[in-house]
């Protein structure tokens, strides 16, 4: 690591600012260290001792506010109640998820990965230049001094490390700080740290995005149209002129839309709903969600476009043809929303200057801010983003497109710009209007021979790319294959003989995005029901069955190994009492490696009820073991939940559902308990945000099977396709 | 219409139309945001507020119905035993995740509590069933209940 060395800005800014001290990285990326406010910092000091770590990935419930302050508070000494956070604003070069290249972005369960060192470091590199400031006050040696609860001790002296800010930040960074070994974490780890943003959240006073309230703001909504790609041509808005508080109406520049403004929220929505808008629907889409599943079933019954692993294709179905038993199932995977719980929606005002500021709880500020960049023709330093906190995601406020930070610059160029607008979707734009987790089909072919053992695996995939035509495209799709459609299948750990992957993409029906876990969301429900199904004709225990292909020593067989043989064990598996029933399935997706088995009682006939739910998770370093287990309980029940009962579905281009009666959430009643074990690990720090969901539904089907005298459900949601649920 | 509201203890003079829920007068009116907008029809909970004492969904409570009730948010559910009792269970299990939701669940959980002290697992998915949580904190939510029973036990 490099250090900027000119010595200028820091004593100018010492003098100016004098009692701040700053730590992070200079565009270069060379960390830096100074009392000026021209360093975006990872963490800023102030003379009071206040410590505040700067937050480079939005909030949406799984924890980076806790974990990167946790990494900050961990290498300069403090305890948690002694440092507070706050969220970076967007700066690609500074704030960029160092997995993405120049973007700034939350997403792929990296945002603990990517940050790991990077916040470590600054955070020991503030504790070194106090450490030295100490020293030099007192006139002693650094290696005589320490630095614990906020606290420079030594040389029979202590004092707060509030006193010490002043000299130190006319210090330069050390070049390569020193990390505290493992061995000597207090906060990394430890079970007992608890949440930054618990307290908050419980009482009412955390700002989310739509909680905002700028003096003079109006509130926009957008009427769209029922069909993705249909336009707006006129409106009539007498009857919405009757709506107190109804302000204008107005097509958005790109006709996508009509914005209707208004002086709030409930005025805004009455009078959309008052709007008569005349579509043009020539060039709108008009399939339905039964010609997306034909076209996808089709798409299985031919050969696949792309052979993902190079597989002999013909060897693997001659040993299919050969072998003493085949197993085969067809799947399919229907669109599903994210519908997180705070509706989409932002705010978007003009300062005096001419600058413009965005008020969002922006997961990839790096997207909108370029959009606004070219909306608005600024250089980007005349653009500023507030990331709030966020009610939840799944995926939903990272699409490519940037779609409602755009929608609310267009509605915004359209005014004269002296009122804030708050854009603000309702739970049907959320629903009807929206992106989701596109639908896919896989059909798998499974050999076996005389003694059980798989010969053959021809798998095929189908479905729509997320990726192809976005900006991502180079980063994720190599030699025509979109990772995101078959990811943890040919990468999956398992080493399966005669294994053939390939894929299919088909037409764009409509608005797809990665949707939490991606494409786990339903290769690993494929995996692992099939490799159930052929443990089942094998006449083999499914754990046994799975260990026979995680058999290798590399570390990633041995993790896999390792977190399927703990949740069998956690879980009591084959010893289930009487009257339930269990399932088991066990995944990696996003570096991380997950088990878990469901418990249930009843059946797909009269009603299943699930039990419990054991899962065991590798994730490296848990960094916040309490975060991680809660972020494992979430994944379980987003996983769980949308198979069990959700889907969407179109007529006609037409979405069927409106709100959460028909996209039924998962309830409190739907999981009676769940046990999170995590394996202690000495790797770097891997993903949890996703990784919990992959092997949830599976293992609830294969639960299902083993209570339902063998049924499988390969056609989701479950409760659409036999399964009853108590 | 002009509509004279008791909340939180004050009473507040609005300006709103018949018809207009009271979620949206607490959060666009009186700028208390701590009650959320979650569906709009009843079907979340994430804008469930007190009325009288018991918990109401404030987006399907129209404002012409409330006048001379009492009306708690979550920013004065403090100042009740059981709101407290359940904000420091809250904190205690962290129980929240992205908490949206979470103003809804505890203002419920209060509604609960009050009406039975010590709820089994399955009395509180029934009373709770209503309240979404998207990011399934629901384990943590039926603890956190059972946490705040046993705080006001002792």
Not at chain 1, 142 to 151: C, E, F, K, R, Y
Not at chain 1, 181 to 188: A, K, N
Not at chain 1, 424 to 442: K, T
Not at chain 1, 502 to 510: N, R, V
């Amino acid at each position: 690591m490099t250090i900027n060395t000119s010595r200028r800005g820091f004593l100018k800014g010492a003098a100016a600012a004098g009692a701040v001290l700053v730590v992070g990285i200079r565009p270069n990326g060379a960390l830096a260290a100074s009392g000026a406010t021209n360093l975006n910092p990872f963490v800023k000091i102030g003379a009071n001792g206040s410590v505040t770590a700067i937050v480079k990935h939005f909030e949406k419930g799984q924890g980076p506010a806790t974990g990167l302050s946790t990494l900050i508070a961990e290498e300069i000494g403090l305890r948690m109640d002694q440092i507070d956070y706050d969220f970076a604003p967007s700066n690609p070069q500074v704030y960029n998820n160092t997995l993405f290249g120049p973007f700034q972005g939350t997403g792929g369960s990296t945002a603990m990965a990517n940050s790991y060192l990077q916040y470590r470091q600054a955070g020991a590199a503030a504790r070194e230049m106090l450490l030295q400031a100490a020293a030099q006050t007192w006139g002693v040696e650094v290696s005589t001094l320490s630095l614990q609860d906020g606290i420079i001790t030594g040389a029979d002296q202590s004092a707060p490390l509030g006193d010490f800010v002043e000299l130190a930040s006319t210090l330069e960074a050390p070049a390569e700080p020193t990390l505290k070994d493992p061995s000597e974490f207090r906060l990394i780890g430890n079970p007992d740290v608890r949440r930054l943003d618990s307290a908050i959240k419980g009482n009412g006073t955390a700002m989310f995005a739509m909680d905002l309230h700028l003096p003079n703001q109006m509130v926009a909504m957008i009427a769209r149209p029922e069909q993705q790609r249909a336009t707006a041509v006129s409106f009539d808005d007498s009857a919405a002129r009757d709506v107190t508080g109804f302000i204008n109406a107005a097509i958005l520049p790109n006709l996508a839309g009509v914005a209707v403004y208004a002086e709030n929220t409930w005025a805004a929505m009455q009078a959309r709903d008052a709007l008569d808008v005349t579509w043009d629907t020539s060039n709108a889409e008009n399939r339905s969600s039964d010609e997306i599943e034909a076209e996808i079933r089709a798409a299985l019954a031919a050969e696949p476009t792309y052979n993902v692993n190079q597989a002999d294709v013909a060897a693997t179905r001659a040993a299919i043809e050969g072998a003493a038993t085949v197993v085969e199932d067809t799947f399919y995977f229907p669109l599903l929303a994210h519908a997180p719980m705070e509706p989409l929606n932002c705010t978007i005002e003009q300062t005096a200057d001419g600058k413009i500021i965005l008020h969002d709880g922006a997961q990839m500020p790096t997207g909108p801010h370029m959009a606004y960049a070219e909306i608005f023709q600024l250089p980007m330093d005349q653009i500023e983003i507030r990331t709030m906190l966020a009610g939840g995601s799944f995926g939903r406020r990272a699409p490519p497109s940037a779609d409602y930070q755009v929608e609310a610059a267009l509605a915004f160029i359209m005014t004269d710009r002296t009122r804030p607008v708050h854009l603000v979707w309702s739970r049907e734009d959320d629903l009807r209007s929206g992106y989701y987790r596109p639908a896919f089909g896989h059909k798998v072919r499974v050999g076996l021979d005389e003694a059980g053992n798989i010969v053959g695996w021809e798998h095929r995939i189908a479905g729509q790319s997320i990726m192809k035509g976005t900006p991502f495209e180079a980063f994720a799709v190599h030699d025509g294959v979109d990772h995101s459609s078959i990811e943890g299948t040919a990468d999956s750990p398992y080493q399966i003989p005669g294994a053939a992957f390939g894929l299919t993409d088909t037409e764009k029906a409509t608005s797809t995005l990665w949707w939490r876990a991606v494409g786990h969301t339903h290769t690993a429900y494929v995996m692992e029901t099939m490799m159930d199904m052929a443990a089942t004709a094998a006449g083999a225990d499914p754990v046994d069955f799975r260990l026979r292909y995680l058999a290798g020593d590399e570390a990633d067989q041995q993790r896999k190994a390792g977190v399927l043989r703990l949740a069998a064990e956690r879980a009591g598996w084959g010893n289930a009492p009487a009257g339930r029933s269990q399932g088991i399935a066990v995944h990696k997706s996003f570096g991380s490696y997950v088990a878990e088995v469901v418990e249930i009682s009843g059946n797909a006939e009269d009603g299943v009820r699930i039990e419990k739910v054991t899962c065991v998770v590798d994730c490296g370093v848990a960094v916040n073991p309490d975060v991680i287990k809660a972020q494992m309980e979430g994944g379980i029940g987003y996983g769980i939940g949308h198979n069990m009962r959700d889907q969407i579905t179109l007529t006609g281009g037409v979405v069927d559902q409106y709100n959460f009666p028909d996209y039924e959430p998962l309830r409190i009643s739907d999981i009676k308990e769940i046990e999170v074990h995590i394996v202690p690990s000495a790797e770097p720090p891997t993903g949890v945000g996703e990784p919990g969901t992959p092997p949830a539904a599976p293992a609830l089907a294969n639960a299902i099977a083993a209570g339902s005298n063998n049924m499988r459900v390969a056609t989701l949601p479950m409760d659409d396709n036999g399964v009853s649920f108590a | 219409m002009a509509i004279s509201l008791t909340l939180n203890g004050k009473t507040h003079a609005v300006e709103a139309e018949p018809g207009t829920p009271l979620l949206w007068v607490i959060r666009d009116e009186l700028k208390m945001t701590g009650t959320k907008f979650g569906c709009g029809v009843a079907s979340c909970g994430a804008c469930t507020v007190h009325l009288d004492g018991t918990p109401v969904r404030s987006c399907q409570t129209y404002i012409e119905d409330v006048e001379g009730a009492e009306i708690t948010t979550i920013e004065a559910i403090s100042e009740d035993r059981i709101g407290a009792a359940l904000q420091q269970a809250w904190i205690e299990m962290d129980v929240v995740q992205c908490g949206y939701c979470q103003s809804g669940q505890i203002m419920s959980a209060v509604g609960l509590l009050s009406e039975n002290p010590k709820p089994t697992a399955d009395e509180i998915d029934e009373y709770m069933w209503g309240n979404a949580c998207r990011c399934a904190t629901y384990q943590r939510i039926r603890a956190g209940i059972q946490r705040a029973s046993e705080i006001l036990e002792a």
